[in-house]
């Protein structure tokens, strides 16, 4: 049962019609609903803005105290990995076997790639703050069709190419600094939307 006047995170439905939810404030329990609004599992993992899961139905999310987690879908941990400035962000999953996401760490946004199965930490690159007013950052989004993952960091939009090896930020403000890109980007056949 969670705290009074917990705030829930964005819930995520499974095929069976499931749901699967963590907290975003004062709760901490990851919570797995059945159809018919059964408890199936509450496990108290810490705040949980937001998840992802996986075709196999495993939950892939991060939590209070930096951490990113798998959890199987019966509720029990598959691997637990902690990396500065992870809470609050969803992740990616890609058919590379990969995790994707975003974080923040001391101002500056950074990419980040997990091994799916193990939780094994693989690269990290971080955007090159030159502007006076960064950062925020949002989740990541990915573009199939060519190949990149993106994120908006303020009034810039970031590319990167899965294997963090070329991470490119535009200036996408058209008030000179004023305004700030949202957390989704997807792209049509010419053009980027943000």
């Not at 499974?14 to 609903?33: E, M």
């Amino acid at each position: 049962t969670a705290t009074a006047g917990a705030t829930i995170g964005t819930p995520a439905i499974l095929a069976d019609n499931s749901v699967i939810f963590g907290y975003s404030s004062k709760g901490t329990n990851l919570t797995k609903l059945d159809a018919n609004g059964v408890a199936q599992f509450e496990n108290n993992l810490g705040q949980i803005m937001s998840m992802t899961v996986g075709q196999d139905g495993t939950s892939y999310f991060t939590a209070s105290g930096d951490k990113i987690m798998a959890i199987k879908p019966d509720g029990t941990q598959k691997w637990l990995t902690y990396k500065d400035g992870l809470a609050g962000y969803a992740p990616v999953i890609l058919d590379d076997g990969k995790i994707y996401l975003t974080s923040r760490l001391s101002g500056t946004p950074n990419f980040y790639a997990f091994d799916a199965q193990t939780g094994e930490f693989l690269w990290s690159k971080t955007m090159a703050n030159n502007s006076p007013s960064c950062c925020g950052v949002s989740d990541i989004s990915y573009d199939a069709v060519n190949d990149y993952l993106y994120a908006a960091a303020d009034q810039y939009i970031l590319k990167i190419d899965r294997n963090g090896t070329s991470l490119e930020q535009f200036a996408a403000d058209r008030q000179v600094g004023w305004g700030h890109t949202t957390t989704m980007i997807s792209q049509d056949t010419d053009n980027i939307i943000f």
